[in-house]
């Protein structure tokens, strides 16, 4: 989608859809003065995400108006704005609309709004359906959007930039997350990660099974013994043409392009979603894509541990015990623990790579979707400070984040007579000690670990977002590094 700002009266400005946001309790005096029976007959009531399309309102060149429901007008944030920007288009699907425009008033048209604005239409028109061949009966979307400003706003060109680049990154992840694991092997996806590496101008290393060998990752080796496709770890780098800090930051995802389980094999049902066992690692490829064109100040690399968990007949048993890169030895209760098993490697790698702190981002428990349902990731952390700018980020970003706990208790769950740690402790708080076992290999390097089992992939869709991956926590990472204290 093309999007762009524009500086234009509303009433001439000439476009299929023009889109107003309408708060509760507000009644727009142009659209009064042309069609006030639609105030007069309830159906305009301002609510959150509420459509009205209007069309052929007397006073605007506008083909159609639509009233986009904004909710309590003290209430509304760019977080609110981003949804309703996302919906718009959607809402617009099919109806013949090809390029539309969205307006801010003068209270709206600030750096934050427009940036959320630009991601959120972006956002919007993506669809899951890359796999149709029916391309011709295929619903019609939205081209372009121009957001109209007022003539006195200023310093926004740059916020529109942002938003359009953490859009794409949004979409690039998403684009990643919803391939089928036929087509998205460990091998394929760092093929993709070396293809946004080349265009953004980034550097993309990818070690293979036989180097992964030689550096000692058996953590993760051993989750992909058990499959014909081998893994890799795929490792991404930015550096910043003039630092503003002496920190790396290093952004690690989960990359498990299909998991069964392994041995410990999970049932039948919905296993098909194991597919969107590798969205933290998409959502990495995307955030550095966009932090390449952004240019942050500080020194970042992604790095994804790639593998698939099958129960071949190499697969690793429930009693092996694994040494991991950072020497520790791991006993293997259950091969469905994989998560952190390749993630344990992925961030001793990051902390030999030079990161100063890390921030993790994982499909990796069950029991945070209890916890936490499909509405927050959940967010666990060794460290006040960088908890503090992750929160920052994920407010600024629209993701919703919950602190979790980590409390010294957890660690006694994954104690073993035979290694070091076992990879599970007991059913009672899965999140808090798979975390406490990535704990054990960030060591006393500021971490952040973000599981996302509930918020990667949505199972409906959204008047706001498609079904199927959400992006999440991409703009989060960018966010973090843009504004990095």
Known sequence: MQVKLIRQELPAVQTDALILPEAEGVQRAEIVAAAGAIYESGEVSGKMLEFVLLHGVAGFAAKRVLLAGSGKADKLDAAGLRRIAAAAVRFLKGKGVSEAVLALDAALATPANVAAVAEGLIVGVWEPDIHKTDKENKPKLVEAVSIAVPEAAAGLDAALEQGIAIGEALNVSRDISVEPPNLLTPTAMAERA???????????????????????????????????????MIVMQYKPEKATSEGHLGLVGKGVTFDTGGISIKPADGMEKMKYDMCGGAAVIGAMQAIAKLKPGIAVTGIIPAVENMPGSKAQRPGDIVTSLSGKTIEILNTDAEGRLILADAITYAKQLGCTHLVDAATLTGSIVVALGTTSSGAFANDDALLAGWMEASKAAGEKMWHMPLDDEYRDQLKSVYADLQNIGTRAGGSCTAAMFLKEFAGDTPWVHVDIAGTAWLDDAKPFLAKGPTGIPAGTFVHLALNWK
């Open 194 to 232: 070396r293809e946004v590496a080349k265009a953004a101008g980034l550097s993309c290393e990818v070690l293979d099974e036989n180097r992964m060998r030689q550096l000692g990752m058996g953590s993760l080796l051993g989750v992909s013994q058990g499959s014909a496709e081998p893994g890799v």
